[in-house]
Nanobody, 120 residues
Framework: QVQLVESGGGLVQAGGSLRLSCAAS????????MGWYRQAPGNLRELVAT???????NYADSVEGRFTISRDSAKNAVYLQMSSLKPEDTAVYYC??????????????WGQGTQVTVSS
């Protein structure tokens, strides 16, 4: 089994910054892509940003230039630096990892989610 634990969410004023962290642990052989998704009330879960094991990043248009994703492969961790936050960024943010387990299965794992609230 693999667990993803997120931290760093909270309440911030519009224009402010937050940094989300996510650490993976458990039966991990290797991790391919990691990323962040978010879900606002009444909306579907949507991609925010992803990063491959080689460091290639991908961002949603709505966060391009404001958010930065990074990872520390030695720690099996992924981070999301969020700046110039807007009220529409308010959502539950979920960490994601595509993992090759020690049983050599490739599976997707999700964190429990962390709330980000941006006040206007």
């Amino acid at each position: 089994q693999v667990q993803l634990v997120e931290s760093g969410g909270g309440l911030v004023q519009a224009g402010g910054s937050l940094r989300l962290s996510c650490a993976a642990s458990g039966s991990i052989f290797s991790i391919n892509a990691m990323g962040w998704y978010r879900q606002a009330p009444g909306n579907l879960r949507e991609l925010v940003a992803t990063i491959t094991s080689g460091g290639t990043t991908n961002y949603a248009d709505s966060v391009e230039g404001r958010f930065t994703i990074s990872r520390d492969s030695a720690k099996n961790a992924v981070y999301l630096q969020m700046s110039s936050l807007k009220p529409e960024d308010t959502a539950v943010y979920y960490c994601y990892a595509n993992v090759r387990t020690k049983a050599y299965l490739r599976e997707d794992y999700w964190g429990q989610g962390t709330q980000v609230t941006v006040s206007s």
